[in-house]
């Protein structure tokens, strides 16, 4: 996978949080923890740290928001 479909995947799991009602909030959550943890190995994949901390970030922040 490339950098920039890496990218795209912590968008779309930033978005999936961003538009998320609060009926589907714990969905929409978990779709986005799936993305992230996809972007996380993909960018491992390709060794490029500076994915793998910004989608571990986002990660993070969304472990937060759920607790």
């Known amino acids: 996978m ?3 479909e890496i990218f795209e ?3 779309k799991a930033d978005e999936k949080i961003k538009y998320a009602t609060a009926a589907k909030g714990d969905l929409r959550a978990k779709q986005a923890a799936d993305l992230l943890a996809q972007a996380i190995t993909e960018a ?3 060794g490029n740290d500076a994915l793998v901390q910004q989608a571990k970030v986002r990660l993070a922040d969304l472990d ?3 607790r």
């Open 2 to 4: 490339e950098p920039n």
């Open 9 to 11: 995947l912590i968008v």
């Open 64 to 66: 937060s928001i759920i």
């Open 44 to 46: 491992e994949a390709i």
